[in-house]
C-alpha cells in the first residue's frame, strides 16, 4: 500500500550537481538546496551537501530532511563554484556513524565527493578484492566501495573520468552517480540504466539531477537524460559525454514510473503522471464492475484513479483524507487494539462513500496488510461494496538494484491467487494492472525497462545471497 | 491563495478533551495525541496537553508539530483520568513565553487548565477591569483574561460550571473552550457559536473537539454540536448541559466551511466537504466559459474544482503538484530575483496544461500575490489560458474573531473591480462565488453563519481599535 | 558534605540588576551575563535575563547554565538601558512549568519584572489571602506572590515603591528583590536582611547584586550593602534610599558566610574567605589531636583547612582531586555496586596520603553518607588515620528562608552525639565548631545573624507545615 | 597561562579499553563512560566509546563533554564484553565530519577499532605512500593513517598484534594506542613512550588507559606502565606482553608532569602531583625574595604554589578564585574594552592580597598575556609586590608530537630575557625553574623524558615542515 511509508518499498536516493561558471554569481548552494527539496521524496532519512570553492571541498550532512538539516544557520557563508547533493532513505546507524553522502575522499590525486543512488549487485565481491589488496572500510555503503574502484583506476589513469570509465568495466547494478573533484562535476549512469539522471541548464551553469522535477523548482531548462553507460563531464562552463562502450540491454527500474518519481517529473521522454494515468485507464478499459465512485489511496494512487475515472465514466472523487501532520515517531496507543494507525494517517469521507460501491486504486500491493485496514475503513463509513484496483501486477520478485522491499514470504501476491488476496484484504474484488498492459504503456521510454519485480526476470545476474560475503568473515 | 501556509488566512486554535470514567483503562493522553494530530490543520506553531491525575494537573506544552513536541519521551508515563489538548498557530515569543496552552493556573478552590479557540471582541476592556481590580496578567492572550474572568465569578457560586455561565455574560466575541478542573471537563460554546465545537464517545468516555475529524482519528463516535451558548460538563462519566440563556443570533464562521476545517469534518450538520464541492457546482453554473481541464490550487482548491468539473463536465485534472517537504525555515534563493518561492512549492504538470485553456479553482482571494505567481506558472507550462475561479466571495472586511486577516488595504479585492483583479494576477478571466449564493449552500447549517468578511456586517459589536487599551499605560 | 552538590544544601537564588544612564551606551544585557556568570554558584538550575529598552520589556529564561541559555545566538541583538538577572537552584517541572525568573507582569500600571532570592514564611497565607480576593497563580513560587502583593498596593500609592514599601508590610521571611518597571530599578532587602544584597556603580550605572564577586567580575566598584528593611530605587541615573520602618532583629543567613556565598564575596563588612579561614584556625585553636597533614574536602572545605593548617602548624596538603567534568546526568555503574559515585567526583592524592594520620576539615556535615564515603576513600588510599573537623556546629534544625534542606530526621547530627556520628562516618574523631566560636567569628557583620539551623531559634515566627495550606484545598 | 584553557598548550587526547572476560557481568560501556570522566582533563572537544558485543562492534561518538555525549539515552542498551574509548581536545570541522574517535573500519579480517593520542612525526610520508597505493582517506587524522598500517600489514601476518608490530617498523613518534578487534583488546605504546599508558585490573577484567586516575575512578588497581614499544593483546582474560624490539631513547613528554596530567595520576613511576610540589620546592630554593604570601594560578600552579610555600616558610593562600561555570561559547562584553576575559575567570581576594607582597607560581609561561592580566588583577586588588614563579625551563620550541603549540614567534620567551619578559608582564621580578632541576626532578622516571620543547633536541627526527606534503597536491 502506498500511503503509509513506514510499510512501502523505498527508493534509495536522490542525486543532485551543479556547475556554475567562473563568470557567474549564482550560489550552487542553495540551488542545491532548493532542488533537494525537490526530490525530498526519494529520501527523507538523511541529506547532504558538498560545496568546492576554490577547488577546496566542505561538506555538510545530517539526519532528518532538508528543512531540518539545512536551515539558514547551516547554509550562511556556504558558496563556491560547485556543489552536489543527496538525499537518502534511511539514516541507519552504520559503524562509522555516517553513512550520509555526499561521501568526501582524500586520494593521491586531491580530494573526491560522491553522491549515489542504486545499489550494485557485486558489491561484496568488490568489497572483497579491495580489501584482499588492503583496502579498509569505514561504512557498509556502495558508495565507499565506488570510491575505492575509482581511485584504484586513478592510479592508472591521467584523468578521473577515465578512471571513472575504467571502474564502471567492474560494477555491476544500478548507480547513477554524481562526482565531484576540485575542478570536474561528472555524471555517471550505469550502463542498464536502472535509475533516471538527467542534465539540465541555468543560466550558464550545468546541472545534473535524478529526476526532472528538481530542475523545474530551480527555474532551470530540461536538456536530455543522461544515457544508460554514459559519463558526462562538467568543467569551466564546458560539457564532454563519453560512453563507456558497455553494451547490455538498457533497463529502467519501471518502479520509478509506477511509484518511486514524482508525476511532474519526465524520466526517458515520458511524462511520469501520464505512466500513472494511462495505467489507470487500462484497468477500466479491462473492468464492468458497476460502481458510483472512483477513489485513490493518496497520494500515490491518485493519477491511477483518475485515468481509471475519466475512461470508465465513473466520477472520481475524495474518498481519503490523509493527514500530513503525522510524524516518523507517532506513538500508537497499543492499548486498545485498535487499527488505528491507519485511522491517524487517513480518514474516510462518509459525505463521499456513504451507501456508494467504490472502486478504490492504489499504485501497488506489497504485503497488504494495510490495504486490507483501508478496505474496513470505508465499510465503516457506509461503503456497500470496495473494489480495489492495482495499476500495475502482482509484485512476486525481490529488487537487488535499490529498491528496500521485504522477504518474498511476506509478499501478499507471493503464492496466493487474486481471489485469495481479495478475500485477505476484505474487498469484494481486485484487479491488477496485466503485465503486457504496463509494457505497453512504458514501450515509449528511451531506452526499456527493468520488471523483474514481477517476472523474476532480471537484467543482470543477480547474487544468490548478498550478505553471505560480507558477513562471512571476523577478526581473530 | 491558499496554497502558501505564511501567506494564507490563519485560524488561532483547535481544542479537544476526553474523560475517562474511574472504571475504565484508556490513557487519554494517548488519545489526545492523536486527536492533536487530527486537528494540526489549526495550528502549527504550538501545542500541548494537560492531563489531570487524581485531581492533580501536570502541563507538556511545546513549540512545533504534534509530532515533535509528544514524542515517545515526552509522552512516556503520562496518564490520568482526563486530559485536555490544543495546538495554536502561532507561537509568539510573548512577555512570557509561555503563551502556549493549555494553560494552567491555581485558585482558590484548586486548579483550573484552558484551552481555548476564538477571540474575544472586547477583551481590552475585560483586561482593563481586571487590571483595575489588582488582577496581574503574564500572557497577553485572551485565555488569561477568561480564566480571570471565571476565577472572580468563582468566588461567589457554588460550582465551576456556575461561575462559567456567569463569566460568559461579559464575554463578547469567539470561544469554544474546554475547561478541566480537578474533577470536571468542561466544554463551552459562545453564544454566537462562531467557532465549531463538538462531542463525542468512546467507549463509556466523554470527548469534545473543535471538529469531528478528531473523533474519526481516534475511533470515537460523534454525538452532537455544542450548541451555541451552551456549557457542559462531563463528572464520572455523565453528561449535564447547561444553557447560558444568552440569545444572540447564532453565527458560525463561515470560512471553517470555506477553508478553516478538514474535508472530512461535520459541522453544525454540514460536512464540509460537501460544501466546498457545492461551492464548485454554484461557480460552474454560473459559467459558460469554455475550457479543457479543470484544476484546483492545492490543498484547499481541490474539492471546489472537483464540483466545478462535474457540474460542467470539464474534465478535472491535477494540475498542480505540491512539494509537501518544504520546511517552515526554507532559505529563498535571492541572489536571482526569481518568483522562486512559487516553484519550489507548486510545480505545474506540462503534461496536463501544455495547450490547455485551464480553469483554475481556488477557495479564496486575500492578496493575489502568489495567485498571480501561479497563473504565470501556468502559462510557463503551456497553458494558452487561465481562467480563475474562487469558490468564495471577494474578501473585504476584517474579522475580529479569531482569523488572523491582514490590513484591509493589503486585501487585493479592496477598492478593485472583478476585472481589475483578474488584470493584476494576470488571469485571462476570474469570477468569484455570489455570496447569495455561498449564503444557500450553508443554509442547511444548524444555527447560522458569520460573513462579516464578506458584508463587514458582524454578529456583535466589534471594537473600533482593540489595541488602543492594551498599549495606553505605561508604568512610571 | 559539600562535595557532592546533590546532596548538598541548596541556596535558592541570585539577582542582580543593573540601570544605565541615558547617555552611556554599556549594553546592560552583556554586563547581566557576566554577573550571571560569577553569581552560578547560587542556582545552576535555570537562568534568565529581562531587559528594558525604551520601557518595553523583553525576557529570556531557560533551563541551565549561564553559559548554555545565554549564548552568542540568544544574546544577539539584546540592548536597552536597564536589566535585571536571576539564576535559580532547581528547575522544577511545575505546573506551569516556567518558574525561572525573572518573572515578568503586565498590570494596570504596566509591566513590571521580578527577580527574587529567598523564601517567605508566610507565602501559603498570603497566597490563600490573595485567591480569597480573586488571585490565580500560574506558578507556586514565591515571586508571583509577592508580584500579587505590590501590584494590590500599588492601586492604592502613586508610585511603584510606595507598593513596595506597603507590600513589606505583610511579608514575613527572607526575599532580596530586584524589581524593574519601564523606567525604574528597585533593590529591596527584607527587614531581616535574611539574603545578602549590595550596590555598586560602574561608569555611571547604578548595579545590585546579590554578591560583590559580581561586581568585580564586571569591574564595578563595591559601593555598600543594602541594609535590612531598605528599598532603594534607581532611576535616570538617581538613586534614592527608603525605609520601609519595620523593625527586626537584622539577621543574615550565616550559612552565606559557611558554604553558601562565593569566598571572595564580602557580605555585610566581612569577608567571607576570612570567616572560613578563622573557623578553621578555632577549630585548631580547641584541637591537640596529633596529626601528619591537613586536607579541605573540595571546595567548600578548603579554606577552613587552610586556617587550620596555619594555626596549628600541621602542613596544608591537597588530599582529595576533584573531577570538575562530572556532569549532572551521570550514570553511574550500578552494576558492581561499588560507592562509585564518590570515586568519580573525588580521587584522593595517594602521594599525599599514604602513611599519614590526616585531619579532613569541611564545611558542614547535613547527611553524612558522602562524608563516610570520603574517610574510606582516604583510608584505601592509605592514610592511618582520618579526623574529621567541621568548621560549623552541628546542623540540627530545618530552615525556612530558602535554604532547601532535608527531613531533620535525614540530618545526622539530629539524636546523636558527636561519637556517635564519628562512627558512622568511620572518622576516628570528629569535632566541630562551637556556636560561641562561630558567634564570635561573625560578630562583625554589620546587622547580625540567623544561625536558627543551629538553634532552632529563628527571627521570624516559623509556620507549622508551611504545606498544608497550598495543598488542603481542590476544586470539585 | 594554565588558567584559560583556550590560550593553554592542548593535550591532544585521552585513551581507554577494558576487555571482560566471559564470566563476568561487568558492563564494559559503563565503566568506560566513568574513566573517560577521569581523562576529560586531556580532551574536552569530543568523545566516543566503541564497544564489542559478541564480536560485533557499534561505535557512539559526539562533540563535548562526555557528560554531554553519553546521557542516559547514549548509554542505554550498550553492553558487550569489551570497549574502547577516547576523549579529544578539538572538535575540528573535518571534511567528513568525523574526525572523533574511536574510528572503527571493516578489512578483509573483519572489524577494528583504534582509539589514539599522540601524534606521528612522519604522518604526511606514510599518509603519501598510501596514497600512491591506492589508499583514500576521509579525515585528516593519525588515526586513519595508523588503521592503513596495520591493514596492510594485516594481509603478510597470521595475527593482529604481529600486524601492528610490523606496522610500528614505520611509525615514527607519539603513538599510544588501544585497539579492538572483534575479540582481542591491544595496548599500543610507542618505542619512545612519548604518552603515557598503563594497565589495571578490576575483578578479572584487563583495563588499559592513558592515566592511572581513571583506575581509581573505576574502583580497578594498577598493574603497570605499559613500556615504550611494547604491545599488550588482552583475549579471553588472558593478557601476553609483546615487544617491537625497537631501540630507541625513551622519552616520556615532560610536559606530561608539568601541566597535561592529573595531579592524582602516577606516571612511568613518578607522581605527577609530587614532580609539581617538588617543583615549588626547587623554586623556593633558589629564590630568597622577601614576600608575605604565595598563591597559584588555578588549578595547574597550585601543587607548586604549595611546594614553595612549604619550601620557603611563605605562608600559602588562595588569592585568586576561578569561576568554575564560564562556558566556552562565553559572549565576551567588547564595548567597554576592559581586560574582562580574565576578570570574569578568575577573581583576586583582596583580603589575602591587600598590602602583600606576593609570589606567584604557575606551571608555565607560553604567551604571556593572560599572566600580565593576572598581574595586574592582584595589583588592583591591593598586591604591593608580585613577583612570578614559574616551576619550568622557559618554553621556547615547537613539539610534533601532539602538544599543539602555537608558532615559535608567540612565545614569551622566544628571543626575550627573563627581565624583559618580567617588564612585558608587569611583575617585580620573575624566575623560571631551571633545567637541570626539572631533570633531576623527573629523574626517577622509568623511561626518560622528552624536553624538547626547553631544548630543541628531539627524541627522533622531526620534520621540515609536516604540511608540504599533504596539501601540495589537487585533483586536475
Given at each position: 500500500m502506498a500511503f503509509l511509508e513506514e510499510i512501502k518499498l523505498h527508493e534509495e536516493c536522490g542525486v543532485f550537481g551543479i556547475s556554475v561558471p567562473p563568470e557567474k554569481q549564482l550560489n550552487p548552494v542553495l540551488e542545491t538546496v532548493t532542488a533537494l527539496f525537490a526530490l525530498q521524496h526519494r529520501g527523507q532519512g538523511s541529506c547532504g551537501i558538498a560545496v568546492s570553492q576554490n577547488s577546496s571541498v566542505s561538506v555538510t550532512t545530517g539526519q532528518g530532511l532538508v528543512a531540518d538539516v539545512f536551515n539558514d544557520r547551516a547554509v550562511s557563508g556556504l558558496n563556491g563554484q560547485m556543489a552536489i547533493g543527496h538525499v537518502r532513505y534511511a539514516y541507519s546507524s552504520d559503524l562509522s556513524g555516517s553513512c550520509a553522502q555526499p561521501i568526501v575522499i582524500r586520494h593521491v590525486n586531491g580530494s573526491l565527493c560522491i553522491a549515489h543512488n542504486g545499489r550494485l549487485a557485486n558489491s561484496a565481491q568488490l568489497r572483497n578484492e579491495a580489501e584482499m589488496h588492503g583496502a579498509i572500510f569505514q561504512t557498509t555503503g556502495d558508495a565507499e566501495i565506488i570510491s575505492h574502484m575509482i581511485v584504484r583506476e586513478r592510479l592508472r589513469t591521467n584523468t578521473l573520468e577515465d578512471a571513472v570509465l575504467n571502474a564502471m568495466q567492474y560494477m555491476v547494478g544500478a548507480y547513477s552517480l554524481v562526482l565531484m573533484?576540485?575542478?570536474?562535476?561528472?555524471?555517471?549512469?550505469?550502463?542498464?540504466?536502472?535509475?533516471?539522471?538527467?542534465?539540465?541548464?541555468?543560466?550558464?551553469?550545468?546541472?545534473?539531477?535524478?529526476?526532472?522535477?528538481?530542475?523545474?523548482a530551480i527555474g532551470a531548462t530540461f536538456i536530455r537524460d543522461i544515457e544508460p553507460g554514459e559519463v558526462v563531464v562538467a568543467q569551466n562552463g564546458q560539457v564532454r559525454a563519453l560512453s563507456s562502450g558497455i553494451r547490455v540491454k538498457p533497463s529502467l527500474c519501471v518502479f520509478e514510473y509506477i511509484y518511486f518519481a514524482r508525476p511532474d517529473s519526465v524520466i526517458d521522454g515520458l511524462s511520469v503522471d501520464l505512466v500513472r494515468q494511462e495505467a489507470g485507464k487500462c484497468l477500466a478499459r479491462a473492468d464492468d464492475t458497476p460502481a458510483d465512485v472512483v477513489i485513490g489511496v493518496p497520494d500515490s494512487g491518485l493519477s491511477g484513479a483518475m485515468g481509471y475515472a475519466g475512461q470508465s465514466g465513473i466520477p472520481y472523487a475524495v474518498g481519503l483524507i490523509k493527514n500530513r501532520y503525522v510524524g516518523r515517531t507517532f506513538i500508537q496507543p497499543k492499548q486498545n487494539q485498535r487499527e488505528s494507525a491507519v485511522k491517524i494517517k487517513l480518514n474516510a469521507l462518509s459525505s463521499t462513500i456513504r451507501g456508494k460501491r467504490v472502486i478504490m486504486v492504489d499504485d501497488s500491493l506489497v504485503r497488504g496488510t494495510t490495504c486490507a485496514r483501508i478496505v474496513s475503513l470505508l465499510r465503516e463509513a457506509g461503503a456497500t461494496q470496495v473494489h480495489m484496483r492495482i495499476s500495475s501486477p502482482p509484485f512476486l520478485h525481490p529488487c537487488y538494484f535499490g529498491t528496500d522491499i521485504p522477504d518474498r514470504e511476506a509478499l501478499i501476491a507471493h503464492g496466493r491467487t487474486t481471489q485469495e488476496i481479495a478475500h485477505m484484504i476484505g474487498a469484494d474484488s481486485l484487479k491488477y494492472l496485466q503485465l503486457e498492459d504496463l509494457s505497453q504503456i512504458v514501450d515509449g521510454t528511451k531506452y526499456g525497462v527493468c520488471n523483474g519485480c514481477f517476472t523474476g526476470r532480471y537484467a543482470v545476474p543477480v547474487p544468490r545471497d548478498p550478505m553471505q560475503l560480507i558477513n562471512g568473515r571476523s577478526e581473530e
Open positions: 573533484s576540485g575542478k570536474k562535476l561528472i555524471a555517471v549512469r550505469d550502463p542498464n540504466g536502472f535509475r533516471p539522471l538527467c542534465m539540465g541548464k541555468l543560466d550558464g551553469c550545468v546541472i545534473f539531477s535524478s529526476e526532472s522535477c528538481a530542475l523545474d
